[in-house]
């Protein structure tokens, strides 16, 4: 079995049910992506706005694709009507923006909110205390075409198991609260997306839904 086909299905055998594998093919060219396709695999991961343009018009029409990278307001436009899912919307600058250009197009754009959760400096990502604040203030009858499908999360680049499993577990705490309280009885806020190819075995036991995974299936990057 060629390296890529053996490396998904070694992933896939620990993945439980309900965990589903977003194969990260950023930087990676579209012959990888199609050899990950022929192994079966469908979702990938791509965070550049046009890398992910390109790869879309030469790849198989029933990929799923899925933004995974920081999104720049001004690259809205290439994403939207594309990305089945916009993992790492971290700013309400961002959110209208994602609703102004799905308004136009009349879509609802699945997005994941993301979380600030390792201890390294915030560069992305709402605080917990925003993400209250956020849902407190009512902000998102402002984006009814922004349909919000849950909540995605980084952990600190560390060694220290524990302190990893500590900030997923935070994530799946927060994901838990705001769910029961905005989203009672609605199955539509689902997904927990958390998890590499460093620490996915771990946010696997804090209750992800959606692992990210590049390297351990392409190789480094
Ligand atoms: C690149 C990237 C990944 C994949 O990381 P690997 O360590 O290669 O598995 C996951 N999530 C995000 C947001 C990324 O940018």
Known sequence: MPAIARHIQQIKDTLPSGVRLVAVSKTHPASLVQEAYEAGQRIFGESRPQELTQKAAHLPSDIEWHFIGHLQTNKVKQVVGLARLIHAVDSERLLLEIEKEAA???????????????????????????????????????????????????????????????????????FDQIKQTYFAGEASFC?????????YRLAIDEGSTLVRIGTAIFGER
């Not at 997904?191 to 620490?199: A, H, V």
């Open 104 to 174: 136009k197009r009349a879509l609802h754009v699945a997005c994941l909110l993301q979380v600030h959760i390792a201890a390294e400096e915030a560069k992305f990502g709402f605080s917990p205390d925003e993400l209250h604040h956020l849902f407190a203030q009512i902000f998102f009858s402002k984006t009814p075409h922004v349909q919000l499908a849950g909540l995605m999360g980084m952990a600190t680049n560390t060694d220290d198991h524990k302190q990893v499993s500590r900030e997923f577990r935070g994530l799946k705490h927060l």
């Open 191 to 199: 997904e927990l997306s958390m998890g590499m190819s460093g620490d």
